[in-house]
């Protein structure tokens, strides 16, 4: 396993400090974000009782940037998750949310896939340095939010593989919600 794959281990001394077991020096919760974005799993634990407090700082991390006005879940969805915490069991939220995250991950995965295949710029000298900088600039631009790569041109062949993709989510996403309306 490579350092990449296994959770970058944050500890939490008393002083609340966070501390980067990789690079032995203290992180803020920004960087901590700036991990995430970068594509790397975190855990954090507390360093005296060894409890995991991954999900506690993922919340703050979120509150924090909605505190500022980047406003990336929408007041409706902030509702349903207080809702789902209502349900006796917890309800299928957390199940439906991660779901639909794989879900998206894997359709651009794909989408990202068959454009670079059915490219015919990729034979082109300099496509894979243009490509990585076109991700680049879309992790930059979604918040490192899934993987969007770079078509350059091809536009016809991009919406007949996406379009098919969209429509395998939609109906995803319709079996999924009904299951959840069947649930109520």
């Not at 959770?7 to 980067?20: E, F, G, H, V």
């Not at 690079?23 to 919760?29: A, C, N, Q």
């Not at 900088?133 to 593989?161: C, H, N, P, R, V």
């Not at 996406?162 to 395998?168: H, Q």
């Amino acid at each position: 396993m490579t350092e990449q794959d296994k959770p970058l281990l944050i500890k939490r001394y008393a002083s609340r400090r966070l501390y980067n077991t990789e690079t032995s020096d203290y992180v803020t919760l920004e960087d901590i974000a700036g991990f995430i974005r970068e594509g790397r799993e975190v855990q954090i634990v507390d360093l005296k009782t060894g409890d995991d407090l991954t999900r506690q700082y993922l919340l703050q991390i979120i509150a924090e940037h909605e505190s500022r006005g980047e406003n990336v879940l929408p007041v409706n969805v902030l509702n349903d998750l207080v809702r789902s915490y209502m349900v006796p069991g917890g309800g299928v939220m957390p199940q439906f949310l991660q779901t639909s995250f794989d879900m998206l991950r894997e359709s651009q995965s794909k989408m990202v896939e068959n454009m670079t295949a059915m490219n015919p710029m990729s034979k082109m000298p300099g496509f894979e340095a243009m490509k990585a900088q076109q991700e680049a600039f879309l992790k930059a631009m979604t918040g490192g939010f899934g993987a969007a790569g770079w078509t350059g041109g091809a536009e016809e062949e991009k919406s007949d593989s996406s379009g098919e993709d969209l429509d395998d989510i939609k109906k995803q996403l319709a079996a999924l919600q009904d299951k959840l309306s069947k649930m109520k």
